[in-house]
């Protein structure tokens, strides 16, 4: 399919092919929600814990005797049911990692970028690799942009550009991505998505496999 690519100024300078396997599938809604999940759940550290009465400090010693005080038998300070007690079935150290086949994961993302460009939330940019490295053109830029009033806004990049993540580093609700590290998550959180022209190319030799 082709699409309008535009300069820094927001005026239409060319068009471009975007592929149909790529930006051009039926988003698998199932799949895209199911790397969601699996995305956030790998980023879970899994370090709570919770100590049990064998682990809290003191409860050594019978609080009072068994019988005699017209008070119920207790047998430590450091039970559930008592204050600073330990805690029952709390949570644990665990591992929350999911795993998921790579072709799911590689369709997923092909969804997310068809989802995007569907709703006509993609816009490509020529000339962002020579952007000055500061917040006010940044600023400039995107207003001049389509989707001006999109409330967030993702900038995908084909390699490392320090410019680009200079200029964007003080915008709110502004984040700059790396082609390869595309991630449903982003996909889907950032309304309008601004792709160099570049990363295009990238983008196309990444998911653009035939049979993957």
Do not use: C
């Not at 005080?69 to 709390?90: C, E, M």
């Amino acid at each position: 399919m082709q699409v309008a690519v535009f300069d820094l100024q927001g005026q239409q300078v060319g068009q471009i092919e975007l592929a149909d396997s790529v930006f051009g599938i039926q988003p698998h809604v199932p799949v895209m929600h199911q790397a969601l999940v699996r995305q956030l759940a790998n980023a879970r550290a899994g370090t709570h814990d919770t100590k049990t009465r064998g682990e809290v400090r003191g409860g050594g010693r019978k609080p009072w005797r068994q019988k005699g005080t017209g008070r119920a038998r207790q047998g430590s300070i450091r039970a559930p049911h008592w204050k600073g007690g330990g805690v029952v079935w709390g949570p644990h150290p665990r591992k929350y990692t999911k795993d998921m086949p790579k072709k799911m994961r590689r369709l997923a993302i092909r969804s997310v970028l068809s989802a995007k460009q569907r709703e006509n939330q993609i816009v490509v940019v020529e000339g962002l690799s020579e952007i000055e490295p500061r917040t006010k053109a940044m600023k400039a830029v995107l207003s001049r942009l389509p989707l001006s009033d999109a409330r967030s806004t993702i900038v995908v990049v084909d390699r490392p550009r320090d410019n680009v993540y200079r200029s964007a580093g003080n915008l709110e609700n502004v984040k700059v991505l790396m082609a390869q590290y595309m991630n449903v998550r982003d996909g889907l959180k950032y309304e309008r998505m601004i792709l160099m022209r570049e990363a295009v190319d990238e983008i196309h030799r990444l998911w653009a496999q035939e049979g993957q």
